[in-house]
């Protein structure tokens, strides 16, 4: 790609008076070719998980199929299903490499304007070419403090999505997304987030195999009275909090990532993609020792 081709992609960069140090080492962990994690997590980039055990459709599934019925479990869970009206403005915190926002934009076609946040130029370049065809998507390049300056904060938020994102943030950087959000969203409306918390005491957790490194930038672990205290201090109302995806189906989600490591890469692999490779055993053991779950939280904005 030519630096024509960068500048030419719909990326609006948001900078606030204050940087965030960390925010350079959770860039550096998506910074590798996205079709090198295709490989791995499946074609449609999802990364928050699977739910597979489903009563209607017992045949095997998916990465692809598993990370769509999560997202539209939790979606129905904010109550979503086919009376509710549509969002007139949706906000994806932590877009990543686009999944949740192309599943948003399908979802919700008389949405007006659907915006993609993240910190990942590389990520957002993907976003870029995969939703180019759909006028009613922003893309910018924010840290998620600053997500109060967003462009046209006259128009608020109907439905915000923040999947996979809050296990990067440092607290202080949770409590000023949570602030920004307070200040972006309509009151009334809805946030939608899903991040692997934390279920024992984080002075005493150590992982099975040790941290020597800070692997994909997770090191600022959270309990979901951590969340969920956050977003309470910020103006919002927590609906509804639950394990989803199960410890079984989270497992499961690991299971596949690491036979497609193996798979796909059969002399080993470096980088984020080999912190991937030992943070899935060490989760592995956590999520079927019950020390850690995928937790979905509905919140409203007061």
Not at 99 to 105: E, G, I, T, Y
Not at 228 to 244: K, N, S, Y
């Given at each position: 790609m030519t630096l024509t081709d960068l500048q030419s992609?719909?990326?609006e960069v948001v900078r606030g008076p204050r940087t965030d140090p960390y925010e350079d080492k959770v860039a550096t962990?998506?910074?590798?070719?996205?079709?090198?994690?295709?490989?791995?997590?499946?074609?449609?980039?999802?990364?928050?998980?699977?739910?597979?055990?489903?009563?209607?459709?017992?045949?095997?599934?998916?990465?692809?199929?598993?990370?769509?019925?999560h997202l539209d479990r939790q979606l129905e869970l904010a109550g979503f299903t086919g009376r509710t009206p549509t969002p007139r403005r949706v906000l994806d915190l932590?877009?990543?490499?686009?999944?949740?926002?192309?599943?948003?934009?399908?979802?919700?076609?008389?949405?007006?304007?659907?915006?993609?946040?993240?910190?990942?130029?590389?990520?957002?370049e993907h976003c870029a070419r995969a939703l180019a065809d759909d006028r009613r998507v922003h893309l910018y390049q924010a840290n998620a403090r600053d997500v109060a300056l967003l462009p046209d904060p006259g128009d608020p938020y109907d439905l915000t999505v923040v999947r996979g994102a809050i296990t990067h943030f440092p607290m202080d950087v949770l409590r000023e997304a949570v602030a920004g959000l307070s200040a972006r969203v309509r009151g009334g409306g809805l946030l939608v987030i899903s991040d692997n918390l934390y279920n024992v005491d984080l002075d005493t957790y150590t992982s099975a195999i040790p941290d020597r490194?800070?692997?994909l930038a997770c090191r600022h672990r959270k309990?979901?009275?951590?969340?969920?205290?956050?977003?309470?201090?910020?103006?919002?109302?927590?609906?509804?909090?639950?394990?989803?995806?199960s410890n079984t189906d989270v497992a499961r989600s690991l299971l596949e990532t690491r036979s497609n490591l193996e798979t796909h890469f059969p002399e080993g692999v470096t980088g984020a993609l080999e912190e991937l490779r030992v943070m899935a055993v060490n989760l592995s053991i956590a999520v079927l020792k019950n020390e850690i779950s995928a937790y979905s939280i509905i919140a409203r904005r007061r």
């Open positions: 992609l719909p990326i962990v998506y910074a590798d070719d996205p079709e090198e994690w295709r490989k791995v997590i499946g074609d449609e980039l999802h990364f928050q998980w699977g739910v597979y055990n489903h009563p209607d459709s017992p045949r095997p599934v998916s990465l692809d199929e598993a990370g769509r019925r932590g877009c990543g490499w686009g999944a949740d926002l192309r599943a948003l934009a399908r979802r919700f076609p008389d949405a007006r304007r659907l915006d993609g946040v993240n910190i990942s130029r590389r990520q957002l490194v800070d692997r309990t979901p009275a951590d969340v969920t205290g956050a977003l309470e201090a910020g103006g919002f109302a927590v609906e509804d909090i639950r394990v989803l995806p």
